[in-house]
């Protein structure tokens, strides 16, 4: 198997988790549990499955473009990439957006403003529509921009000599990336009003959001890198291919810490030490799925698991529903426990039929030969 050709099945697990932590902060949100003592500012913390969506696709979809790179082959062809991504993202979507517009009486996402806000996946740069539609679909928004961004990061990183051919450069490259992306938060958070909702649309926009992804692409070049050398690992990455648990206990900590009550440095303080636990936390998460074997480790055992790796199938559909499934039974008047647990297991059938119905078949349209491949 060629560097490019690489899977990481360890990570269907990791969207899995990434979903259900997304699943469980609406639930608390849903329910109120954001300002209970205890768990609360915790729970309010849920949402960090999104920047561990975001990593994983910085990690997927970067390391093919790195691994070519290193074995002196052509990249992804970039029509290919392009069809994918669509077929990938777009019919799942437009179907939940139009069945959700329809049966919660959400006419504005119809109306002729909105059918390019929402299904042209601008929602989130404008204020009054950042949560409209599918509320957490904003997060698409970044996304999106991201797949149309990561060819041109792609294409610059050939042209620069030493990121081309040197792990170090790559990763240079990238630290640059990432540094812009530090400095777009600081300049947003001292220019804009904390009360200001432009302040949200700002941050959560791509610059704002992209340091998340260059951590997931870090770890493709790591990763592309280790597997063309034939020399041993270096000593760092052997501790963390031997120890899959350190990671995730680090994860753990910067988790702790986001929920504890710390106010340093003002708004952009705030910002930028919540941001950066976040990217702690997924960072950690994902290492041991992508950085050394398979198996090994209680760590490695739990991401192998069949029932994660199957939610980890469903999990864009989950992602898609549950928030509207949980806010329809709060509505229904159900007490929080079967709000939580129905809303689980509805959101997880929800997905079944958005990957069954929807998605396989979306995807599977993109693998047909065309002609000219045919002939």
């Known amino acids: 198997m060629s560097t490019g050709e690489a899977r990481f099945p360890l990570v269907d697990a990791l969207r899995a988790i990434a979903a259900l932590l997304v699943l469980a902060y609406h639930c608390a949100f849903v329910l109120g549990g954001f300002g209970r003592d205890g768990l609360g500012p915790w729970l309010a913390q849920l949402n960090v499955g999104i920047v561990l969506f975001f990593a994983i696709s910085g990690f997927l979809l970067y390391r093919p473009f790195v691994a070519a790179r290193l ?3 052509p990249s992804p062809e970039l029509r290919a990439y392009t069809t994918r ?7 799942a979507y437009w179907t939940a957006l139009t069945l959700i517009a329809l049966t919660t009486s959400r006419e504005s996402v119809l109306e002729p403003g909105g059918l390019l806000t929402y299904y042209g996946f601008l929602q989130s740069y404008r204020t009054e529509t950042v949560v409209g539609g599918i509320g957490q679909a904003w997060t698409l928004g970044a996304e999106v921009a991201f797949y149309a961004l990561l060819p041109i990061i792609a294409l610059i990183a050939v042209r620069r000599r030493a990121a081309a051919t040197t792990t170090r450069g790559e990763l240079a490259f990238l630290a640059g990336l990432f540094v812009f992306s530090v400095a777009w938060k600081v300049g947003v958070t001292q220019s804009v009003d904390a009360r200001s909702d432009d302040l949200v649309v700002l941050l959560i926009a791509l610059p704002g959001q992209l340091d998340h992804f260059v951590l997931g692409m870090a770890l493709a070049v790591v990763s592309a890198s280790l597997a063309t050398r034939d020399a041993p690992s270096p000593r760092t990455l052997r501790v963390l291919e031997r120890a899959p648990a350190l990671p995730w206990t680090v994860a753990g900590a910067a988790f702790f810490v986001l929920g504890a009550d710390w ?19 997924a ?19 739990l991401l192998a698991r069949r029932f994660l790796a199957w939610i980890g199938l469903v999990s864009y559909g989950v992602y898609l529903w549950h928030l509207d499934i949980l806010r329809e039974l709060v509505e229904a008047g159900f007490a929080g426990w079967i709000v939580a647990v129905a809303g689980t297991v509805l959101s997880l059938a929800a997905g079944a039929l958005s990957w069954y119905g929807v998605e396989r078949r979306a995807l599977a349209l993109g693998r047909r030969p065309t002609k000219a491949q045919a002939g």
Do not use: K, S
């Open 71 to 73: 074995a002196g082959t």
């Open 85 to 91: 991504r669509f077929l990938r993202i777009v019919p």
């Open 263 to 281: 106010q340093a440095g003002g708004e952009t303080g705030r910002v930028l030490g919540e941001h950066a636990l976040r990217g702690v936390v």
């Open 283 to 301: 960072l950690g998460l994902l290492l041991p799925a992508v950085i050394g074997a398979d198996g090994g480790g209680v760590v490695r055992w």
